[in-house]
């Protein structure tokens, strides 16, 4: 059945760094493809998202293409802030059933 | 534009009792899902409601029952509960018109706690 598998956390970067989140995903058809972000204590929020092949999915200085060749939609973003620290879900939607499957997700700690 | 809120907040229940968990769909909405969020994993579907009926059903058992009320506000209902259904439930409204899906919005969730 459909999946969405992304890279292990916790994740810890100092501000400023780099950020890049794995995530690859299986799928029969065309899904659409989001990043959701959930803040402590809170619910999710959708970031960005793709609906079809070599789309950029962009919000908030985070980055995302759709990759059907490699299956993947990594999470990117140039200049992490202590305010980006938050757990990262990438999902899917297969748009037969309009279920989203998460993945387990990625916890993200900024350290100024 | 409201959003989608969801109550309780928190909640905590005896194992073998039953809990109603409520979600107000986001105004313009027609459709209501609802999503289980165990502790350190990402959300399962538990089902979903269109048109007051039950539209597409998870891998949970039937003592999980739910209902769409004709102002697109929703009830999860949890019979006989057990101690692994503590968990943060999602509730996510959106609006499906032919074939196309303008988006979710989710809400904030409800801790339930089972001891």
């Known amino acids: 059945g459909d999946s969405v598998t992304q890279m292990e956390g916790p994740v810890t970067l100092s501000e400023e760094a780099f950020l890049t989140i794995n995530c690859t995903y299986t799928?029969?058809?065309?899904?659409?493809l989001f990043w959701y972000v959930q803040y402590p204590g809170e619910g999710l929020q959708l970031l960005l998202k793709a609906t079809k092949a070599d789309d950029k999915g962009s919000n908030k200085g985070f980055e995302a293409t759709y990759r059907k060749e490699t299956t993947s939609f990594h999470l990117e973003k140039g200049s992490v802030q202590v305010s980006d620290s938050a757990v990262y879900f990438c999902?899917?939607?297969?748009?037969?059933?309009?279920?989203?499957?998460f993945g387990k997700g990625t916890r993200l700690h900024i350290l100024p | 534009e409201t959003g989608v809120t969801q109550s309780p907040t928190h909640l905590i229940k005896t194992r073998g009792q039953q809990v109603t968990l409520r979600c107000s769909s986001q105004?313009?909405?027609?459709?209501v899902s609802w999503y289980q969020q165990a502790l350190g994993q990402g959300p399962q579907f538990i089902f979903q409601?269109?048109?007051?009926?039950?539209?597409g059903r998870g891998n949970f058992p039937p003592r999980f029952s739910g209902l769409q009320f004709p102002n697109y506000s929703s009830e999860l209902n949890v019979n006989a509960l057990e101690l692994d259904d503590s968990a943060l439930y999602l509730c996510a409204s959106s609006l499906w018109q032919g074939e196309s899906n303008y988006g979710y919005t989710f809400g904030s969730g409800t801790r339930l706690t089972v001891v």
């Open positions: 999902a899917l939607n297969a748009n037969r059933d309009d279920k989203i499957i």
């Open positions: 799928a029969t058809g065309y899904p659409s």
């Open positions: 409601y269109y048109r007051e009926e039950e539209n």
């Open positions: 105004s313009g909405h027609n459709t």
